[in-house]
């Protein structure tokens, strides 16, 4: 029983510390093929970059992207939503 019990915490503390997987940028994404050519000078390192658009099956994906200390783009999140209302005039 006590084995059990160390088994099970020692389960629940790896999943504690695992870290998550890196997003990798898909058709659409700032950073998809590779970073962009200019660099964001002005922009404090930590800041937050907005990105959002329409993917290649119709999604409007909004992805997070946060300014590094070298000047590149490191993608943090991204949320795709499939059901979305369009404004048609």
């Known amino acids: 029983m006590k084995l059990a019990s160390i088994c099970a915490a020692a389960f629940l503390l ?12 898909i058709p659409g994404s700032i950073t998809y093929g590779g970073q962009p050519r200019t660099k964001l000078t002005k922009a404090p390192v930590g800041s937050i970059v907005p990105h959002q658009f329409f993917t290649q099956q119709g999604g409007l994906a909004r992805e997070t992207y ?18 979305f209302i369009t404004r048609r005039d």
């Open 66 to 83: 946060v300014i590094q200390s070298d000047r590149s783009l490191k993608l943090v999140r991204r949320y795709i939503d499939y059901d």
């Open 14 to 25: 790896a999943a504690c510390t695992t870290t998550p997987p890196e997003l990798e940028p």
